[in-house]
């Protein structure tokens, strides 16, 4: 169900207050903390932000496309770890909307809607990572359950999670085909959390390491067919890669906020140092940078509204490939303003530098993002067809 436009207003409004007067005050101590922020969790609960991912009949008033995105780069403007603690829902939640059993949502949806239960997405291990299916987690038919075994890392809120996706292969020798999706709560016996990862960026999201040894799931759990998990982790991509693009623009504005109010107030050699042409001209392509990532993020939204399509895709790659490498410059680029405040951690710039880097990373390597659009361009035509001015 897509929000109509007042609605999404009213809630936009209701995210920039939270942003402005609650996250942003605490962004700093949640990065030095290192501490995932369990009560702002709850404001975005009680703000309804979950049920954006969520349909109306199970709690929530979604889904919804474009809101979460926008509610995710507001956020990401004051806190891009608050803005992944919230929008990590996304991945986590739409397999079970689109594969779960009735039992299985209703048990679960409502609760994730109402932020009273965390969820996470468990799909990479140690040996699986840009090679998804390559995972070993194995899942056997057992009954009327599966028995799951095995070990996922780089979980994004997997320790404080009360419920995970997890993606277990129940036919070990087909492949990708081969894999199969479970909604798995913690509390099941076997069902352990290991560690949580030391990350340079992105501190107070955990990024965990979960431990399944012989866990014991029922069968109502399974999320779509078997062998469909791999098409619903699929399914999950177009909208996660945009949610990575919606992080790395708001975290580029707020890095190139600060790069100017710092740079028409500091002054070396008689002036401000936004009037020294070297400067200027780092902060004119830091601007361009900006509105040119914005503006592939645009369009790839607006192509994914029209509905899932390999132009869609192609766009949703490009877009993340673009605004990750476009953050992570315009970041340093910003922290090269404010000399060597950049690198105190008195000034938010460093935090965003060091946070910025993982969209590089997750939801697809920028290196796999190539892969796919180029793959994509050797089997259709090339997707500009419909560029107008
Ligand atoms: C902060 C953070 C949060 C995350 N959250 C989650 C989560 O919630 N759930 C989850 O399941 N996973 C999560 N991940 C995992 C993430 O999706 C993986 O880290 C990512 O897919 C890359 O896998 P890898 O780290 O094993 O790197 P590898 O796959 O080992 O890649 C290493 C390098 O090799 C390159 N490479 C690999 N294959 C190719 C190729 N064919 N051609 C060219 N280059 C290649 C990669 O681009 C990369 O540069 C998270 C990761 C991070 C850092």
């Given at each position: 169900?897509?929000i109509?436009?007042?609605?999404?207003?009213e809630?936009?409004?209701?995210?920039?207050?939270?942003?402005?007067e609650?996250v942003?005050?605490r962004a700093?101590?949640?990065?030095?903390s290192?501490a995932?922020p369990r009560?702002?969790?709850g404001?975005?609960?009680r703000?309804?932000?979950f049920g954006?991912?969520?349909?109306e009949e199970y709690?929530?008033i979604?889904?919804?496309?474009?809101?979460p995105?926008?509610?995710?780069?507001?956020?990401s403007?004051?806190s891009?770890t608050?803005?992944?603690?919230v929008?990590?829902c996304g991945?986590a939640?739409?397999p079970?909307?689109l594969?779960?059993t009735e039992a299985?949502?209703?048990?679960f949806?409502?609760?994730i809607?109402?932020?009273?239960?965390?969820?996470a997405?468990?799909l990479s291990?140690?040996?699986?990572g840009?090679d998804?299916a390559?995972?070993?987690t194995?899942?056997?038919r057992?009954?009327d359950d599966?028995?799951?075994?095995?070990?996922k890392?780089?979980?994004?809120?997997g320790?404080?999670?009360?419920?995970c996706?997890?993606f277990?292969?129940t036919?070990p020798?087909?492949?990708?085909k081969?894999?199969?999706?479970?909604?798995?709560?913690?509390?099941?016996r076997?069902?352990?959390?290991?560690?949580?990862?030391?990350l340079?960026?992105?501190r107070?999201s955990?990024?965990?390491?979960?431990i399944f040894?012989e866990?014991?799931?029922?069968?109502?759990?399974?999320l779509?067919g078997?062998g469909?998990g791999f098409?619903?982790a699929?399914?999950?991509l177009d909208e996660?890669r945009?949610?990575?693009?919606?992080l790395?623009?708001?975290?580029?504005?707020a890095a190139?906020?600060?790069?100017v109010?710092y740079a028409?107030?500091?002054?070396?050699?008689?002036?401000?140092i936004?009037?020294?042409?070297?400067?200027?001209?780092?902060l004119?392509e830091?601007?361009?940078?900006?509105?040119?990532?914005?503006a592939i993020?645009?369009e790839?939204i607006e192509l994914?509204?029209?509905g899932?399509?390999?132009?869609a895709?192609?766009?949703?790659?490009m877009?993340?490939?673009?605004?990750s490498d476009?953050?992570?410059?315009v970041?340093?680029?910003a922290?090269q303003v404010?000399?060597?405040?950049?690198?105190?951690?008195?000034y938010?710039?460093?935090?965003?530098?060091?946070d910025?880097k993982?969209?590089?990373?997750f939801?697809?390597t920028?290196e796999i993002?190539?892969?796919?659009?180029?793959?994509?361009?050797a089997?259709?035509d090339l997707?500009?067809?419909e560029f107008?001015?």
């Amino acid at each position: 169900m897509a929000i109509d436009p007042a609605t999404r207003a009213e809630i936009l409004k209701h995210v920039e207050r939270l942003a402005r007067e609650k996250v942003a005050p605490r962004a700093a101590e949640i990065d030095r903390s290192n501490a995932f922020p369990r009560d702002l969790y709850g404001e975005a609960g009680r703000l309804g932000l979950f049920g954006l991912w969520v349909p109306e009949e199970y709690g929530g008033i979604g889904p919804d496309l474009v809101t979460p995105l926008l509610v995710c780069e507001c956020l990401s403007r004051a806190s891009l770890t608050f803005a992944l603690n919230v929008s990590n829902c996304g991945d986590a939640v739409t397999p079970i909307v689109l594969g779960g059993t009735e039992a299985a949502k209703r048990k679960f949806l409502p609760d994730i809607a109402s932020g009273a239960i965390i969820p996470a997405f468990a799909l990479s291990e140690p040996g699986g990572g840009s090679d998804a299916a390559a995972i070993t987690t194995r899942a056997v038919r057992d009954g009327d359950d599966y028995v799951i075994s095995g070990r996922k890392m780089w979980c994004t809120n997997g320790s404080v999670a009360d419920v995970c996706t997890v993606f277990a292969k129940t036919d070990p020798q087909a492949g990708h085909k081969g894999v199969s999706a479970f909604v798995v709560p913690k509390g099941l016996r076997g069902f352990e959390v290991g560690q949580d990862e030391e990350l340079m960026g992105l501190r107070g999201s955990p990024t965990s390491e979960l431990i399944f040894d012989e866990v014991r799931v029922p069968a109502a759990y399974r999320l779509g067919g078997e062998g469909e998990g791999f098409k619903l982790a699929m399914a999950t991509l177009d909208e996660a890669r945009l949610n990575c693009s919606a992080l790395a623009i708001g975290g580029a504005i707020a890095a190139f906020g600060q790069a100017v109010a710092y740079a028409k107030e500091r002054r070396q050699f008689g002036k401000p140092i936004i009037e020294h042409q070297g400067l200027a001209f780092l902060l004119a392509e830091a601007a361009s940078d900006i509105a040119a990532g914005r503006a592939i993020f645009r369009e790839a939204i607006e192509l994914l509204e029209r509905g899932r399509s390999h132009e869609a895709s192609t766009y949703a790659a490009m877009s993340k490939l673009v605004t990750s490498d476009m953050a992570m410059r315009v970041a340093t680029q910003a922290v090269q303003v404010l000399g060597g405040n950049g690198l105190s951690r008195k000034y938010p710039v460093e935090r965003i530098m060091r946070d910025v880097k993982a969209f590089q990373i997750f939801d697809g390597t920028n290196e796999i993002q190539k892969m796919v659009i180029g793959r994509n361009l050797a089997k259709w035509d090339l997707p500009f067809d419909e560029f107008k001015l």
